[in-house]
């Protein structure tokens, strides 16, 4: 069963011309129902995060500065990010949809989340707004799992670094945080040294990736570099960061993957989670209308054993020597940090 939380309700969250848009949703809902899924899909009821759910991974004074100045007619937040009057209610929305989609997944114990909703967020910090994203929604419900004595696995996919989530949860060893991603490009963090901080370190795994890297290369770096961190984590819930800008068609960026990676990267997520009902999907970046529909569709077929996808997975770009490049600093920088706390 596919849980989900998603709405075309969020028109209020535009500015003309800008590519994180509207468009994009009806999109991934498009991609939802052409897997055909009947009694098989569960809308679970649209929830607002309350304030002590979002002060858990948002500073107070930054939540009060962005919600005045939504009312008080938006504007830019930076070059890249938007608000408007309607956004500060919407961002609340999208921080709480997660929180919902788990919360019914945890009472039934089954069941695949998909939480489809905009704006997106793993680039919001604690205290400011950045790269199209308000509130960090994945965080909000990593850390409500966290709370609760989870251990949380997010692996984020989306073709720029999060570099909110991994700040947020810098120095939380119940958060492993793993990111593929191009290097380099926006925002500019993500480097194989980033481990986390002194109370979690190897708790982040970063694993950058070159211009026109394929699958087999992004598939290469998660068994060789994240699966040894996942293994002696041992999550008990994974949460995806679920951007699909790294597609070959996406205006965004330079990686070259099809809807067949984004398949297969959903079924290593989904093999790492430890029992049924414990992997929920969040909605990031993705511009390409078709490719976006497309690679939603494949992902969650590939989750729900629902539908093939429509091409098949890449193999022969460059990035081979990056991946063996990326586990030798990484195992450096473990080294020089354990040693140095010795």
Request: charged share 20%.
């Amino acid at each position: 069963m596919l849980i989900i939380n998603g709405s075309t309700d969020d028109a209020g969250h535009e500015d003309p011309g800008h590519p994180e848009r509207p468009e994009r949703l009806a999109a991934v809902l498009a991609g939802v129902e052409d897997l055909h899924l009947g009694d098989d899909l569960l809308a679970v009821a649209p929830y607002a995060a309350s304030r002590s759910e979002l002060v858990r991974v948002h500073e107070s004074t930054y939540l009060d500065q962005l919600g005045a100045f939504c009312y008080e007619g938006g504007g830019d937040l930076d070059e890249d990010t938007y608000a408007t009057y309607d956004s500060w209610s919407l961002a609340q929305y999208a921080a709480g949809a997660g929180l919902a989609v788990v919360r019914e997944m945890r009472i039934r114990g089954d069941g695949v989340g998909f939480v489809a909703v905009r704006p997106p967020g793993h680039h919001a910090l604690r205290d400011r707004a950045m790269g199209f994203c308000l509130l960090n929604n994945i965080a909000v419900t990593a850390a409500e799992l966290t709370s609760l004595g989870e251990r949380v696995l997010i692996i984020d996919w989306d073709v720029h670094h999060g570099n909110g989530t991994q700040a947020i949860f810098w120095e939380d060893p119940n958060v492993l945080y793993v990111s593929t991603h191009q290097w380099p490009l926006f925002p500019g963090s993500g480097a194989p040294f980033e481990i986390g901080g002194l109370n979690a370190l190897g708790a982040t795994v970063n694993l950058p990736l070159p211009p026109g890297a394929t699958g087999d290369v992004l598939r290469q770096a998660l068994e060789e570099t994240a699966v040894p961190a996942i293994d002696e984590f041992k999550p008990t819930w994974v949460l995806v960061s679920a951007g699909f800008d790294a597609h070959r068609a996406d205006p965004m960026a330079d990686l070259a993957l099809s809807s067949g990676d984004f398949a297969q990267m959903a079924t290593f997520a989904a093999s790492h989670a430890p029992a049924p009902g414990r992997i929920a999907l969040f909605l990031e970046g993705g511009y390409d209308l078709a490719a976006l529909r497309s690679s939603v569709n494949a992902t969650l077929g590939s989750l729900l054993g629902d539908g093939v996808a429509s091409e098949n997975p890449t193999s022969g770009g460059p990035g081979a020597d990056v991946v063996r490049s990326t586990r030798e600093t990484r195992l450096a920088a473990l080294r020089i940090a354990h040693d140095a706390g010795q």
